[in-house]
């Protein structure tokens, strides 16, 4: 089963411009993260951000959480083509911070 | 290691057939993880090991997938008599306690013909 919910599902941009991508979820969490999956390989890490936080930033990323809406957004800036990826936010609920359980996950494509 | 390692990368099974996919976590990261991906979806929770007790295999499909951890390091996800609906990418992931981010392995794609 799912917990997040990416949106949008695919998301098409110009190389430099700015890429938002949310994630809704259903029940209380300890701390949610955001993954992002280039083609055919392994999950990467990007950031993690706990419930009693609202906002993070690495680099050109910014992750946003507001949990009296049960969802949070990332905030690619400038981006480049090697941004091109599935981007994935994943959940660990408040009753079992020990796991994470992911979304279907947003297909970003950024045009040259 | 400085990173997750699983082997092998691929893995094409006959139907029927029984496969070990191997996890090597980065050392002393006490907590392991076992995803299914398929194609174009999210990764699905299997079953997750602290050192070396199993605390949760709700994810795992059916009692033909049985995973390990005896020492509390490699992991050994095992898939016995092998079906097509178990063709997927095997994702391992290490964390060096809960609340922390997972380091991912590149996956095990397994495919059953």
């Known amino acids: 089963s799912q917990q997040g919910e990416e949106d949008p599902q695919a998301l098409s941009i110009q190389e430099g411009e700015n890429a938002t991508m949310n994630c809704s979820y259903k029940t209380s969490i300890n701390n949610l993260q955001w993954y992002r999956q280039n083609s055919g390989r392994g999950l990467v890490h990007l950031i993690l951000i706990r419930s009693n936080e609202r906002e993070k930033h690495s680099g050109r990323l910014r992750v946003t959480l507001d949990t009296s809406k049960k969802s949070s957004s990332l905030l690619i800036t400038a981006s480049r083509a090697a941004d091109t990826a599935s981007y994935f936010c994943?959940?660990?609920?408040?009753?079992?911070?020990?796991?994470?359980?992911f979304g279907k996950g947003t297909r970003l494509h950024i045009l040259p | 290691g400085a990173g997750v390692s699983q082997s092998p990368r691929y893995k094409v099974a006959k139907r029927g057939q029984d496969v070990a996919l191997r996890c090597d976590p980065i050392?002393?990261?006490?907590?392991l993880f076992w995803y299914q991906q398929a194609l174009g979806q999210g990764p699905e929770f299997l079953t997750y090991?602290?050192?070396?007790?199993?605390?949760?295999k709700s994810g795992l499909p059916s009692d033909r997938f049985f995973a390990e951890r005896p020492e509390g390091s490699v992991s050994t996800l095992k898939i016995q008599r092998t079906q097509q609906e178990d063709s997927a990418v095997y994702l391992c992931?290490?964390?060096?306690?809960?609340?922390?981010?997972?380091?991912f392995g590149s996956g095990t794609r397994l495919t059953v013909v």
């Open positions: 090991f602290q050192n070396e007790a199993q605390l949760d």
């Open positions: 994943a959940t660990a609920s408040v009753n079992r911070d020990d796991k994470i359980i």
């Open positions: 050392s002393g990261h006490v907590s």
């Open positions: 992931a290490s964390s060096p306690d809960r609340g922390y981010g997972y380091t």
